[in-house]
């Protein structure tokens, strides 16, 4: 009878490369981050700290209750649901909190796009959770070194493809508004009605073919009603209501400092009322 037997050196190498550090890889590692990995081609969701928050939270549940595991696993899927509304949307943090009080004005389930995000995140982090409990004994023996090296490798993958998408202008204050010359003055005395129409996220295309094809219907709807097409580019800053501070009042700024008392003397819509217009929005 031939004995085998497993050197020390070799149960100290499965730690690393052995069924139990795969298993760590592939769930917690690979799994809860796969959507995002799959789509990144085609949608940008910059989530930089989500996988080693994943990681983290995994080492922490081979110290607690079983079922720690799946609130520590939800609880980080629901953080990276709001870090990546916050990166989309261009909310600081302090501007993000803000908006929570407006949640209940939002039906999420109005839009397919956003339930699918959210039902395939939660599920895949809860799936996750359950196989990292299933296969609990095999981890504990594994080293966190592997999985660790996969976050870190998502995280350096997240940043170089995406951060500098993310990136704001430093460049001094534009608006399409001042390019065109629509002060109030120039308005009133060109005389008819102003129409404004700010697309939320239609930014400028940096191919100039993709530009071409919206540039050519535009000036397409714009010859045949008798109108001059013209377009430039403006830097930006913040989200929504941030387009309406700079478009309309010539200024950053966002719907808190309005809130707080900012004053709307030079905003535009005020600045035609005084000179006889109506306005609405």
């Known amino acids: ?51 080693l928050l994943y ?53 999420v389930s109005a839009s397919s796009f956003y339930v699918a995000v959210i039902s395939i995140n939660l599920a895949l982090a809860l799936v996750s959770a359950w196989l990292f409990d299933r296969n609990r004994t095999e981890i504990r023996l594994a080293s966190p070194l592997p999985v660790l090296l996969v976050a870190l490798s998502l995280m350096a993958a997240d940043f170089h493809f995406n951060f500098h998408y993310f990136t704001k202008s430093t460049s001094a204050f534009d608006s399409a508004g001042s390019q065109n010359g629509l002060s109030a003055d120039a308005v009133a005395a060109r005389g008819g009605n102003l129409l404004i129409v700010m697309v939320e996220g239609l930014g400028a295309f940096a191919d100039p073919a993709e530009k071409k094809i919206l540039s ?10 008798g109108y001059t097409f013209s377009s430039g580019t403006t830097p930006y800053s913040g989200s929504t209501t941030g387009a309406a501070s700079r478009e309309l009042c010539g200024r950053w700024g966002d719907h808190r400092d309005y809130i707080a008392g900012a004053h709307t003397d030079n905003c535009l819509p005020k600045l035609l009322r005084e000179r006889g217009y109506e306005t609405v929005a």
Do not use: W
Not at 32 to 45: D, E, K, R, S, Y
Not at 216 to 225: T, Y
């Open 1 to 51: 009878m031939t004995d085998i037997s497993i050197l020390p050196e070799e149960r100290g190498a499965q730690r690393f490369i052995g069924r139990g550090a795969l298993l760590f890889v592939l769930i917690v590692g690979l799994l809860p981050n796969l959507f995002f990995l799959v789509v990144m081609p085609f949608f940008i969701a910059e989530r930089l700290i989500t996988p």
């Open 55 to 107: 990681v983290t939270a995994a080492i922490a549940a081979l110290f607690l209750p079983r079922f720690a595991v799946y609130a520590l696993f939800f609880i980080i899927a629901v953080i990276d649901l709001c870090l990546i509304v916050m990166v989309a949307f261009h909310l600081p943090l302090a501007l993000a909190i803000d908006s929570v009080r407006y949640m209940a004005t939002i039906d």
């Open 216 to 225: 050519s219907k535009l000036e397409k709807a714009a010859l045949h009603a």
